[in-house]
RNA sequence: GGAGAGGUGGCCGAGCGGUCGAAGGCGGCCGCUUGCUAAGCGGCAGAGGGUUAACAGCCCUCCGAGGGUUCGAAUCCCUCCCUCUCCGCCA
């Protein structure tokens, strides 16, 4: 949620950032300025009735006790109350119309974010690693996981449908090398490692932006009310929701690793093959909660934090901030890492790391009581460090060998206890 | 799932339908006292909102959440959520 008050003292600055996402959306500022408006005419109404009921009921107790009689004041108190009620309700609803609308307003761009409309328009800030050179034409994932045994597609989709895929063998113990590799790494850095429920309330959705929205794209329990969540991103980052923490508690480091489930509504046709684009994949997650004043350098050590992980792995990425029109709902600035993919000749996106400012945290009511003694709303930021699945589909690309094996990274040979994985 | 108990300020814990945003204790902050520490004395401290230049003043709301009764509710009634105890079931 955006701050009404910066809505209401700087409305055209507001647009101006909004419009750089998407230039139908400043419509919804001048809707804001109107229920907002409507709201504190009402609520200034409301209150001076109250005050004046609490005045006279004081009164009536008062006379009781002398005895005296106050039926006119009682009468007089019961007109106000019916008053009350009829404003009450109107107050009711401008503020619930107000409350919908700000929860479908996307967080500003930080100014420092390139202005585009799509991915196209995303700018490269750094590569690294050299793509190999292959004697032979690379396979793809699919095919390699396919041959060695150890991704099973057809059966996946026999167990849940299509973007299921079992994994087995020694691409299983591969995906656990891998979350161990990265939770090992991330909490030597610091990060507190977290097993979160992976099932949560509507409102821990709304805390971090994936309700109302994005409704579709989330599993949902319907007899118990709860969502599957889409990323360890909603758990970790509500945890200190409705809660004033102390200046000294920041920066909070967490990290966890989570299956993540989305529908993925609306992505039919992209990324049919392979285990690039799954209902349910593994993640390893990593979140910040810090001080308002320092979110943006934590956001370059977040993004440092996660490249580690594909340095360690010897797998060629570069880094890309996001355009303002490819920026997330939640998000005020964005980083993707994307891992090279060689049969694609590509690459392909196997981190996100975004700083959201104060976005979530007043969804959330997460605060802090700085050294003034004000209570301020935290910074939140989170980053795949990294996307499981990915990292797996790409070690089996980048690593493949002419007769179908996978080369083990070395740093993750003592994990999987094994150098090579050969079909068979 | 069944039976019972309970949810009050950072923590503990009182609270008669009106004078309660709430006694008291602990903890916190600021003074004073004081070789140091400890203790003692005095004072200050909750959250959100409206008005406003204002983190001043005034006003409104908040005692798990939401409804209701009442001239008036932390106190009475209903629903929900959560916690604890016992029983049942269970990895």
């Given at each position: 949620m955006i701050d009404i008050e910066l809505i209401r003292k700087k409305p055209e600055y507001v647009k101006e950032r909004l419009a750089t996402r998407d230039k139908s959306l400043t419509d919804l500022v001048d809707q804001v300025l109107d229920l907002d408006g409507r709201r504190r005419g009402i609520i200034a109404k409301v209150e001076s009735l109250r005050a004046e009921r609490n005045r006279k009921s004081k009164e009536i107790g008062k006379l009781r006790r002398e005895?005296?009689?106050t039926s006119a004041l009682e009468e007089e108190v019961r007109?106000?109350?019916?008053?009350?009620d009829r404003l009450e309700e109107d107050?009711?609803?401008?503020?619930?119309?107000?409350?919908?609308?700000m929860l479908r307003i996307p967080n500003l761009p930080h100014p420092s974010v390139p202005v585009g409309e799509d991915e196209t328009q995303n700018v490269e800030v750094r590569r690294w690693g050299e793509p190999k050179e292959f004697s032979f034409d690379p396979r793809p994932h699919w095919e390699i996981g396919e041959m060695l045994g150890i991704l099973d597609f057809e059966r996946g989709a026999t167990l849940a449908g299509s973007r299921f895929?079992?994994?087995?063998?020694l691409g299983a113990r591969l995906e656990r090398a891998l979350i161990n590799f990265m939770l090992d790494l991330h909490t030597e850095k610091g990060y507190r490692e977290v097993i979160p429920p992976h099932l949560v309330r509507p409102e821990i959705m709304e805390g971090t932006g994936q309700l109302p929205k994005f409704e579709e794209d989330l599993y949902r329990c319907d007899r118990d009310d709860l969502y599957l969540i889409p990323t360890a991103?909603?758990?970790?980052?509500?945890?200190?929701?409705?809660?004033?923490l102390r200046e000294e508690d920041l920066p909070i480091y967490l990290t966890a690793y989570t299956p993540c489930y989305r529908?993925?509504?609306g992505s039919?046709?992209?990324d049919v093959r392979g285990i690039i684009r799954q209902h349910q994949f593994n993640k390893v997650e990593l979140v910040k909660i810090v001080h308002p004043e320092r979110s943006y350098e934590e956001l370059e050590s977040l993004v440092r934090d996660a490249e580690e992980v594909l340095r360690l792995l010897g797998l060629p990425y570069r880094v890309v901030e996001l355009c303002t029109g490819d920026l997330?709902?939640?998000?005020?600035k964005t980083y993707d890492i994307e891992v090279w993919f060689p049969s694609q000749g590509r690459y392909r996106e196997v981190s996100s790391c975004s700083n959201c400012e104060d976005f979530q945290a007043r969804r959330m009511n997460t605060r802090f009581k700085d050294s003034s003694g004000r209570n301020r709303f935290v910074h939140t930021l989170n980053g795949s460090g990294l996307a499981v699945g990915r990292t797996l589909a790409a070690i089996l690309e980048n690593y493949q060998r002419e007769d179908g094996s996978v080369e083990v990274p070395e740093v993750l040979r003592d994990y999987v206890k094994a150098d090579i994985i050969s079909p068979g």
């Amino acid at each position: 949620m955006i701050d009404i008050e910066l809505i209401r003292k700087k409305p055209e600055y507001v647009k101006e950032r909004l419009a750089t996402r998407d230039k139908s959306l400043t419509d919804l500022v001048d809707q804001v300025l109107d229920l907002d408006g409507r709201r504190r005419g009402i609520i200034a109404k409301v209150e001076s009735l109250r005050a004046e009921r609490n005045r006279k009921s004081k009164e009536i107790g008062k006379l009781r006790r002398e005895g005296k009689d106050t039926s006119a004041l009682e009468e007089e108190v019961r007109h106000i109350k019916e008053e009350i009620d009829r404003l009450e309700e109107d107050l009711r609803k401008v503020r619930e119309d107000l409350r919908k609308l700000m929860l479908r307003i996307p967080n500003l761009p930080h100014p420092s974010v390139p202005v585009g409309e799509d991915e196209t328009q995303n700018v490269e800030v750094r590569r690294w690693g050299e793509p190999k050179e292959f004697s032979f034409d690379p396979r793809p994932h699919w095919e390699i996981g396919e041959m060695l045994g150890i991704l099973d597609f057809e059966r996946g989709a026999t167990l849940a449908g299509s973007r299921f895929t079992v994994v087995k063998g020694l691409g299983a113990r591969l995906e656990r090398a891998l979350i161990n590799f990265m939770l090992d790494l991330h909490t030597e850095k610091g990060y507190r490692e977290v097993i979160p429920p992976h099932l949560v309330r509507p409102e821990i959705m709304e805390g971090t932006g994936q309700l109302p929205k994005f409704e579709e794209d989330l599993y949902r329990c319907d007899r118990d009310d709860l969502y599957l969540i889409p990323t360890a991103e909603v758990p970790l980052t509500n945890l200190f929701r409705d809660e004033i923490l102390r200046e000294e508690d920041l920066p909070i480091y967490l990290t966890a690793y989570t299956p993540c489930y989305r529908r993925e509504a609306g992505s039919h046709g992209k990324d049919v093959r392979g285990i690039i684009r799954q209902h349910q994949f593994n993640k390893v997650e990593l979140v910040k909660i810090v001080h308002p004043e320092r979110s943006y350098e934590e956001l370059e050590s977040l993004v440092r934090d996660a490249e580690e992980v594909l340095r360690l792995l010897g797998l060629p990425y570069r880094v890309v901030e996001l355009c303002t029109g490819d920026l997330g709902f939640s998000a005020s600035k964005t980083y993707d890492i994307e891992v090279w993919f060689p049969s694609q000749g590509r690459y392909r996106e196997v981190s996100s790391c975004s700083n959201c400012e104060d976005f979530q945290a007043r969804r959330m009511n997460t605060r802090f009581k700085d050294s003034s003694g004000r209570n301020r709303f935290v910074h939140t930021l989170n980053g795949s460090g990294l996307a499981v699945g990915r990292t797996l589909a790409a070690i089996l690309e980048n690593y493949q060998r002419e007769d179908g094996s996978v080369e083990v990274p070395e740093v993750l040979r003592d994990y999987v206890k094994a150098d090579i994985i050969s079909p068979g």
